[in-house]
């Protein structure tokens, strides 16, 4: 299984950007706790950042074939990119929506994703443990709610 890790604008910042809200870990601290809990799950990983709307979704087109799962923080796209949507949804990967911050307790702004309908599930407020959360959730992306149980 090989999972796609995208992470968009400021995020190369973190440690250092409103700590009181993101917390002190640095994304090179995120990317190597994410390898460890990979490795240990038997995923294999790729971890990007850019700024660039359109860097994350040229990423995003070329995963088709390539990864199984995408997961993305795209950060303050999240809550404008059409673009960003209509790449993830074109591909048809199963892609998980991250934050480090709860969003839906933040400004009103960012209570709205435009990704969050085209992607399988949303994690958010857990810090950089949201992450490793997703790491978790990739392995299990296409299992039922009920466990594939007959109902
Ligand atoms: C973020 C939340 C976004 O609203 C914000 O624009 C970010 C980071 C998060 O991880 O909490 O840049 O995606």
Redesign the pocket.
């Known amino acids: 299984m090989k999972v796609l890790f995208l992470n ?4 190369n910042l973190l440690g250092q950007r409103e700590p009181e ?2 917390g002190r870990t640095t994304l090179a601290d995120i990317e190597a706790n994410v390898r460890k809990e990979a490795k240990a799950l038997k995923v294999e990983i790729d971890f990007r950042q850019s700024n660039l709307e359109g860097q994350l979704v040229d990423w995003i087109q070329a995963a088709k074939g390539e990864f199984d799962v995408i997961v993305i ?7 404008t990119s059409i673009a960003l949507r209509d790449a993830i949804s074109a591909v048809g990967i199963p892609t998980i929506e ?6 839906h307790a ?2 009103k702004f ?1 209570h709205k994703s435009l990704i969050a309908p085209v992607c399988c599930g949303q994690i ?2 857990f810090g950089a443990n ?1 992450y490793i959360l997703a790491v978790q959730a990739s392995v299990n992306v296409n299992a039922k709610p009920d466990g594939g149980k007959k109902r």
């Open positions: 968009g604008p400021n995020l809200v993101y923080n795209a950060a303050a796209y999240t809550h991250i934050h480090l911050s709860n969003v933040r400004e960012r958010t407020g949201s």
